[in-house]
């Protein structure tokens, strides 16, 4: 008899390859659910951590998605010298490996086995009872993943990089590494973390990194949230952190007293899941401006829809959307914040005083802004009121995610060659959160939007200028006669 432990589906896809060429039979393996132990708390100190355990954020590994199993050993002329493995089964064997039943690597191998030993089309055999079982386990599966999907409440705190986004949830099975890259693509612009019992999962705006769990504490209620989140994150995604669990298994708690730093872990442990649990209850959903945009290959039909969009908040305070104005075949897009007051007024964009001093640096570099398409990473005015006038806000990372629908399709209607942030905020959408002006302005990188895209400073940023008016005027408008001058050298479309 063989024991295998096994925490995740590649290294129960790279085993069970080797063991099925090896002709070893499905009850000659015992297979231990590392996840279960895991959750009983039996760490394994001496584990090979290198696997996205519980304890130093790992990235995500890149999926490896071969199709087949294709190990040409072949020690005792048992199994075939190929194994080409359906890619239907798989598909669903990934997905049965997020159930949180402990046999499901013993049925997953059981079925391996199986298909490769004359059953090639066993998974067509609905009556199998194997057949059966995974198929229940895949679509528990899928339904938890949905549930997850639909309910997974962001809080937002703020911490040393700004505004971060957390959520917990109880997920019925594994069901967060299946889910993950769903809301890095969903939310890609803010900075999360979405915990669960039995594990974390962090999305900085490049990578998902997985850290450990967070249980639910009993009691509600708790006092100072930023800060205890802020010791606990510190503390829990920091890469030198202090083994927590491991820790935990190695000694009992009362020794921790003699430990260093024992007050900060003692308070984290009893303090974050508290306080999470808060953050949590005050959350809202994050709505989005998803359901609002239409699949259409029009531009007057989405700026017509986009006319009703509820997607965020900022529709009930603003006058109206302001959408982006320009012909569909433009091949340079503009795109700055967010309406400013007149803009909000008039329904068109940039043309207050930050539109007044673009339109001079374009016309002096030469381009006419008739030719362009010029638009907004957020389609509403924010504002605070002061006295009779209306101040610009800056639109939160929350806002610009659910407003960026609109830019996406704006962005697929007209394909722009070349796309131009002006500042930050349309920078982070196209160029990432972790993009910064003050390192990136003027350099031209090739994006998935376009073939040439660069930020420059917003002409806000030279309108508020006190003394260096003119030297970051200078700037502005030579980052935009590059676009110009490129612009002229391309070959037409
Ligand atoms: N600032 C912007 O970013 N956009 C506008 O439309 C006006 C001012
Ligand atoms: Fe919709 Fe964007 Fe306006 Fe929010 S700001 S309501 S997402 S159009």
Known sequence: ??????????????????????????????????????????????????????????????????????????????????????????????????????????????????ICHGERHLMNIASDPDVLRAIEMEKAVRRDAHKMKAFVRFRKVIDQDGEHFIAWHRPDHYSLRYTCEFFARRFDVMRWTIMTPEESVSWDGTELSFGPGMPRSESPAGDELETLWKTYYANIFNPARIKLKAMQAEMPKKHWATMPETELIDSMLREAPRRVEKMIAQTDAIVTAKAFVPQTDSLDELREAASACQGCELCHSATQTVFGVGPKDASIMLIGEQPGDQEDLRGVPFVGPAGQLLDEVLEAVGLDRRELYVTNAVKHFKFTRSGKRRLHKKPSSREVAACRYWLDAEIQLIRPRQIVCLGATAASVILGPNFRLGEGRGRVVETEEADWTMATYHPSTLLRARDNRDALQAVFESDLRQVADRQRQSAPR
């Not at 190929?82 to 059981?110: C, D, M, N, Q």
């Open 1 to 114: 008899m063989q024991h295998h432990r096994v925490d995740f589906f590649e290294d129960w896809r790279d085993l069970a390859r080797r063991l099925v060429s090896q002709g070893v039979a499905p009850h000659d393996v015992h297979w231990i659910d590392g996840r279960a132990d895991e959750r009983s708390g039996q760490l394994d100190l001496f584990a090979d951590e290198s696997a996205s355990k519980a304890g130093t954020p790992t990235p995500l590994a890149s999926e490896k998605s071969d199709p087949r199993i294709t190990d040409a050993s072949n020690r005792d002329g048992n199994a075939p010298a190929k194994l080409r493995v359906p890619v239907a089964f798989l598909g669903i064997a990934k997905t049965v490996s997020h159930h949180r039943s402990g046999g499901r690597w013993e049925l997953l191998y059981r079925l391996l086995w199986r």
